[in-house]
């Protein structure tokens, strides 16, 4: 499975971003699509997760009400919409794939990895 992110960007504190995870090799449908994030200096923490097999979602506290995970089975995307953003998003967004039951906020979980896409929220 080959991991292809997109959609970062600059943009002021308050505006939206929707960002793109999309797959390229296997099938997704045992899969769990996770957005995952690493700011300068800090440790890459989870965001959010998606199972593709019953649709279930998880999210981290810091973006629960402002974040949105989807997936679009045809295009093989996962999509993370953005909305109020604020300063402390800004990171490089890195979106990960494994083989799990339910989705988890472990990254050592996680077999596949993107290459990531920088997120810059200004004040």
């Known amino acids: 499975v080959q991991l292809q992110a997109s959609g970062g960007g600059l943009v002021q504190g308050g505006d939206s971003l929707r960002l793109s995870c999309a797959a390229s090799?296997?099938?997704?449908?045992?899969?769990?699509t996770a957005w995952f994030r690493q700011a300068l200096g800090k440790r890459r923490e989870y965001v959010s997760a998606i199972n593709w097999s019953d649709d279930t979602t998880g999210y981290a506290d810091s973006v629960k009400g402002r974040f949105t995970i989807s997936r679009d089975n045809a295009k093989k995307t996962v999509y993370l919409q953005m909305n109020s953003l604020k300063p402390d998003d800004t990171a490089v967004y890195y979106c990960?794939?494994?083989?799990?039951?339910?989705?988890?906020?472990?990254?050592?979980?996680?077999?596949?990895w993107g290459q990531g896409t920088q997120v810059t929220v200004s004040s």
């Open positions: 990960a794939s494994g083989i799990l039951a339910r989705v988890s906020d472990l990254p050592a979980l996680y077999d596949y």
């Open positions: 090799g296997r099938t997704f449908s045992t899969y769990v």
